[in-house]
């Protein structure tokens, strides 16, 4: 088709109108435009590196939890949405995936991150996007620390007990954890111990649960008070040592000594508050018996007084 346009300009057009305005969108679309897909895969990414980050990579190997490089090829889609919304209603299920991967990380399971049904589908297509490409560079890991210095494990026990106190201001290890070497108690119960946590997370695992404190009773105090790199350095170091160590006989004979003084302090103690208590019980007990056995004396000693003159009439 030709037509003549004014100025005697001629413009052949090769196809309808219609088609080419079709066309013209369709590259605009795909220039200007990123796909639904694409914007939740970007929104995926951003969910990834806040909420996933402290314990996967993406070809970086594992970490506290698996390497999720190729896991949308690996599960079904609708399995790993639900998966990433509610670790811990599948775990309850007895899921036999879940279970299995329980136990092979070292039976430290994924809690519930509470995301929201977009963020589970934004972080689907995220890892599924992925799939089939080259995997991103993994970042290197979070260095304990960086300087001159050699981490000290003296000084990780004085953190871990709260002798020296945290820089930023966050609570002491002790307050929550227990490990072996710390005390005849050994420390709180609010967490676990962690006498084996290094043999459990591994060198690069604890440095980044003391990076990150992934854990959700550990993320709200230690976000605003983090730890700085030398006290995770330190901290690592005095881990590294506990998982090694054990309670002494003697440790667990102080135990034994602390529970009976406890017992017998606690039965001194019943018997200074009851003492006044079961006195007053007593006494009107007492007080009762002794008139019942006065009126029975009474009642013989009247019987016996009035037969002679009933015989005698």
Not at 239 to 253: H, I, P
Request: net charge negative.
């Amino acid at each position: 088709m030709q037509r003549t346009v004014p100025n005697g300009v001629s413009l052949r057009v090769g196809l309808p109108p219609a088609i080419l305005l079709v066309v013209i969108l369709a590259v605009l679309w795909i220039v200007g435009v990123p796909p639904a897909a694409a914007q939740s895969a970007d929104r995926g990414a951003d969910v990834y590196e806040a909420k996933c980050a402290a314990c996967h990579t993406i070809g970086g190997g594992p970490l506290v939890g698996p390497d999720l490089e190729g896991v949308s090829e690996r599960r079904d889609p609708e399995w790993l949405a639900r998966w990433i919304a509610e670790p811990d209603a599948m775990l309850a299920e007895g899921d036999p995936i879940a279970v299995e991967m329980l136990a092979e990380f070292n039976d430290v399971p994924m809690p519930n991150l509470g995301l929201a049904d977009a963020e589970v589908q934004a972080l689907v297509a995220y890892l599924e996007s992925l799939s089939g490409a080259a995997a991103p560079v993994a970042p290197e890991p979070v260095k304990a620390a960086a300087g001159p210095f050699k981490p000290d494990s003296g000084t990780g026990k004085a953190l871990f007990e709260g002798t020296n106190r945290f820089d930023n201001g966050g609570p002491p290890c002790l307050a929550c954890h227990s490990i072996a070497g710390i005390g005849a108690l050994g420390g709180g119960a609010l967490g676990p111990d962690l006498t084996g946590a290094y043999g459990k997370f591994g060198a690069d695992g604890i440095v980044s649960v003391l990076a990150t404190t992934p854990f959700q009773t550990m993320k709200p105090i230690f976000d605003d008070q983090p730890l700085t790199p030398e006290e995770q350095a330190h901290l690592a170091e005095f881990l590294s040592r506990a998982a090694v160590s054990k309670r002494t006989a003697a440790s667990v004979g102080q135990l034994a000594l602390l529970g009976l003084v406890g017992a017998v302090f606690l039965l001194l103690v019943m018997q200074f508050l009851w003492r006044r208590r079961l006195r007053e019980v007593r006494r009107p007990m007492v007080a009762r018996s002794r008139e019942r056995i006065e009126r029975a004396k009474q009642a013989q000693e009247e019987q016996r007084y009035a037969t002679p003159g009933t015989e005698s009439r």
